[in-house]
């Protein structure tokens, strides 16, 4: 694979890993667990039950059986006492153990005023009585003792995050995106792989587009079209999995325009591989393709020729412009300037019928290539008086 192809499909691939890696959540059920005290619950509570008596009139027992519909689960021995322990202390002072910050939101965190506690299913101590849980519900542990102490469990099967109103708040970001940490990682590796890959190299007798004009048009490609738009499927759902699944079609519309951004990637490759060799005889020219040989003796003809947008987008533009205010005014100059725009080059043709173009300025006539002026003098007298080749399209032809 070409070092440009390799470069911009590793820089493609690592932005979208990123931003994947960013919205990545577990498929695995999970608890909110928070204090209970039912015994401040049934004080002073006249709620009816369904045998006429008020709750307070219960003994603690009868109490306990009532509110918690028989989804009590009792545990035991030292490691649920320590466990307990915890959780009940970081809830009453609000104050997380080493390592448990990502069980509570943010803010919360920081106000240290906070209710719930976040575990997977699977966690230890839980996973001992991960079975026991079947439904989205409230499920009571019992820990015995002289005075039996609770904590409320809320079972969710899976985390859904904010995916377009069918999901709930509330879930701890670092808990329900634990890969997120790793995602500015991979983009500055994804950015230092681009940068380190071998660039093409440049000699007194090459005539190569300006390096910084070629790293721009992938800074842009793939920061202001390609990611954006990969990314907000994955943000507005609030997980990749959701996005990829069931709300695929939303997706694809986003993913649709992103993949403009990959054909404004692979312009960059094409743009940043091209090369012109002044050799003794004529010119060779690298491109994406491979080299080709142009020597001064097999030219049939140099022609000067001028690329500009195609007329359907100019058109569109000025349909948009009909709009009026402030889309009608930028689709308005969108439409002045592309009407305006033309780059400029030259067309090599070969009496065997092969053809090439170097485009040596861009849109705005401004000079693309560097060290254009030795390929001037290498074709100084063969360059055709014939009127100039026009020819628009999104992008310029190569070959």
């Known amino acids: 694979m070409p070092w440009e192809i390799l470069r911009r499909v590793s820089l493609a691939a690592g932005l979208a890993a990123s931003a994947w890696l960013a919205a990545m959540t577990p498929s695995r059920p999970f608890l909110e667990l928070g204090r209970v005290d039912f015994a401040a619950q049934q004080k002073d509570s006249y709620r009816p039950t369904p045998d006429g008596r008020a709750e307070c009139e219960l003994s603690a027992q009868q109490f306990i059986a009532w509110r918690t519909k028989g989804r009590v689960i009792p545990v035991a021995g030292p490691p649920w ?21 990502h069980r509570v939101p943010a803010p ?6 906070f209710t719930r506690l976040h575990f997977w299913a699977q966690e230890p101590p839980l996973s001992e009585i991960a079975s026991r849980f079947s439904e989205p519900a409230a499920y009571y542990l019992a820990l015995p003792g002289t005075a039996p102490r609770y904590l409320q469990a809320y079972y969710r099967p899976r985390l859904r995050a904010a995916a377009l109103g069918s999901g709930f708040w509330g879930t701890p970001t ?4 634990p890969l997120r ?3 500015a990682g991979l983009a500055l590796l994804t950015w230092l ?14 005539s190569a587009p300006v390096r910084w004009r070629v790293v721009g048009i992938d800074l842009a490609a793939s920061l202001l079209l390609f990611l954006p738009f990969f990314s907000l499927p994955l943000l507005i759902v609030g997980s990749a999995q ?11 519309v986003f993913w649709a325009v992103s993949s403009l951004g990959l054909l404004a990637l692979y312009w960059g490759a094409v743009w940043g591989s091209f090369q012109v060799q002044i050799a003794d005889r ?32 100019i058109r569109g533009m000025r349909l948009l412009s009909l709009l009026g205010g402030r889309r009608g005014m930028l689709a308005a100059g969108q439409a002045s300037i592309l009407a305006s725009s033309e780059a400029r080059g030259l067309r090599l043709r070969s009496r065997g019928g092969r053809s090439a173009f170097i485009w040596y300025t861009d849109q705005t006539g401004g000079m693309a290539m560097q060290n254009f002026k030795k ?9 055709s008086d014939a009127p100039i080749l026009e020819l628009s399209g999104v992008f310029p032809p190569f070959r």
Request: aromatic share 14%; hydrophobic share 50%; glycine share 6%.
């Open 81 to 101: 006492q320590a466990w307990f322990d915890q959780v009940e202390a970081a809830l009453a002072a609000g104050k997380v153990p080493k390592g448990w910050t």
């Open 108 to 113: 919360e965190l920081r106000r240290r005023r």
């Open 174 to 177: 670092a808990f329900a995106y």
């Open 181 to 183: 940490r790793f995602a």
């Open 193 to 206: 792989i681009y940068g380190l890959l071998p660039w093409p190299r440049r000699t007194p007798e090459v």
């Open 242 to 252: 959701q996005a990829a699944t069931e709300y695929l079609l939303f997706s694809l």
């Open 282 to 313: 004529g010119l060779r020219i690298h491109s994406l393709w491979g080299a080709a040989d142009f020597t001064l003796s097999d030219l049939a003809e140099v022609r000067r020729a001028a690329f500009r947008p195609p007329h359907w987008l």
């Open 375 to 383: 390929v001037e003098s290498a074709l100084a007298g063969r360059i």
